[in-house]
């Protein structure tokens, strides 16, 4: 599906702000190295890679320049800062158990489209935003694609209506500062999907020893409780819900059961964060 944005390029350059210090940026286009972004304030150096601005943090901002313009040599400050992750999707493939499991009907993923401007982190190969971030080239890649990661956002305050990411945040090591920063860098509303681990499916991929709980770049777990708790210790006004949004009929069958009182929690796989600004 095609999406007409709502934010022009010139727009999208207006927000760009250093995302160590959302200082101001200068934009040089005329250096030997190609075009760039310079903070004013920290002199941090953003180039652009593949017509994108690299606003990824520092060592993983080498990298990532390096890949794009076969240089792969990197300094030894990026090399000791990035450690042994590196960008790119490392999606389980499906064997014959999670095909049998997941048989329905239907797209699966959240499909609708807010009216007011929408930012999308880590917005993947299915990008919805105006604007689209994530630590890798997307493929297609998405129109207003900038590279940054989900904790650090290179955009001034209040930029976008909405700022969305759908299981993301189960990958991100700073879960907290990628709240606050989706907080920081909306108008409205902030809406974060990830897995329920109390969903009672996990257990059914632990005697099957397949499934998304074992994938490898999975860091935390996310309950109702533990999300609501996050959320009035920051003093953010919102709501945490427990959802399907699975086209599988078998859990789809399962949230027949999502009414039972105390236990209803553990029918649904998907948990919703909606957080408001005003
Ligand atoms: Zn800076």
Redesign the pocket.
């Known amino acids: 599906m095609k999406i007409t944005t709502k934010i022009n390029s010139i727009e999208l350059r207006r927000s760009f702000v250093?995302?160590?210090?959302?200082?101001k940026l200068l934009f040089l286009s005329k250096n030997s190295e190609g075009k760039k972004y310079v903070?004013?304030?920290?002199?941090?150096e953003y180039p652009l890679v593949n017509k994108a601005p690299n606003f990824l943090p520092d060592g993983l901002r080498e990298w990532t320049t390096n890949q794009y313009r076969s240089n792969k040599t990197l300094s030894k400050k990026s090399e000791s800062m990035i450690g042994k992750w590196k960008p790119g999707f490392r999606g389980w493939s499906p064997n014959c158990w999670i095909k049998i499991l997941s048989f329905g009907v239907g797209e699966g993923r959240i499909t609708p489209i807010p009216k007011g401007s929408l930012l999308d982190v880590g917005c993947g190969d299915v990008a919805k935003g105006d604007v689209n971030t994530d630590v890798y080239f997307p493929s297609p890649l998405p129109e207003n694609f900038v590279l940054a990661t989900a904790e650090q956002l290179p955009f001034k305050d209040n930029s976008f209506d909405m700022v969305r990411s759908a299981y993301v945040i189960e990958h991100n090591l700073y879960p907290v500062e990628m709240i606050k920063e989706h907080f920081r860098v909306c108008k409205k509303q902030v809406e974060i999907y990830t897995d329920n681990s109390d969903w009672l499916g996990v257990y059914i991929y632990r005697l099957l020893n397949i499934g998304s709980i074992f994938h490898d770049e999975h860091y935390f777990k996310w309950s109702v409780e533990y999300f609501r708790n996050i959320l009035n210790r920051l003093n953010y006004k919102g709501k945490v819900e427990v959802f399907n949004t699975s086209p599988s009929i078998l859990v789809k069958m399962m949230s027949w059961f999502g009414k039972l009182p105390r236990i209803g929690i553990v029918f649904y796989r998907d948990l919703y964060a909606e957080i408001y600004k005003k």
């Open positions: 250093c995302p160590y210090d959302h200082h903070c004013t304030l920290c002199k941090r």
